[in-house]
């Protein structure tokens, strides 16, 4: 088994969601010290970066955490706004479902298999277009935090499309079913 090497630390932290300074404290050395030897500008001594990989080794046991797998920008709409909007913004990101928003706090979700069932069920298109979301929005995405383990994000994504990753009032991600397949490496 190959060796890790220090260029590795930057992207295991990261990887993590660990700041410097949070990786320092854990390997109990300095933030700075971190930063000198991402960066390349220090070659330090072997027990230093025992103490740093095994701080990192602690995390890769705790597990998959949701902010590994979170997507960071969360593509949203408002209630208030008309399903062609809603399309619209599907199409253009790419995304199966939206959380549907009021102001700042989640009320429902929108997804493309709602409007497929609407145009199925015969309604017109135009008046469909012109309808809000909040006609047509279904329960909001669970909400958990950046710390949630890979076992709830799993249980959770078997009933609902998409999971929404909030801290401190915040949408900070969103994770959908198509997410898990990151875990296989």
């Known amino acids: 088994m190959k060796p890790p090497e220090l260029q590795d630390i930057e992207r295991l932290r990261k990887r993590f969601g660990l700041t410097q300074e949070e ?3 854990k390997a109990g050395i300095s933030q700075s010290l971190i930063a000198r030897i991402e960066s390349g500008k220090v070659d330090p001594c072997y ?3 025992a103490r740093i990989f095994e701080a990192l080794d602690e995390m ?3 597990g ?6 979170m997507t960071g920008r969360v593509v949203r709409i408002q209630a208030g706004d008309s399903m062609e ?4 913004v599907m199409k253009r990101y790419d995304v199966s479902q939206l959380p549907v928003l009021k102001g700042k706090k989640q009320v429902g979700s ?6 497929l069932d609407e145009i199925a069920k015969g309604t017109d298109v135009h008046t469909l277009s ?5 006609e047509f929005m279904e329960d909001a995405f669970p909400v958990v935090s950046p710390n949630a383990p890979l076992t709830s994000l799993s249980a959770l994504l078997e009933n609902h499309p998409a999971v929404l990753i909030v801290d401190r009032g915040d949408i ?14």
């Open 23 to 25: 990786l320092a404290r």
């Open 47 to 49: 027990s230093r970066v």
């Open 60 to 62: 890769k046991s705790r």
């Open 64 to 69: 998959i955490r949701a902010r590994e797998l």
């Open 85 to 88: 909007k809603a399309t619209r």
């Open 110 to 115: 929108i997804s493309e298999r709602v409007i």
């Open 130 to 134: 012109e309808k809000k979301v909040s």
């Open 172 to 185: 900070r991600g969103i994770i959908s079913r198509a997410d898990l397949l990151k875990v296989i490496r």
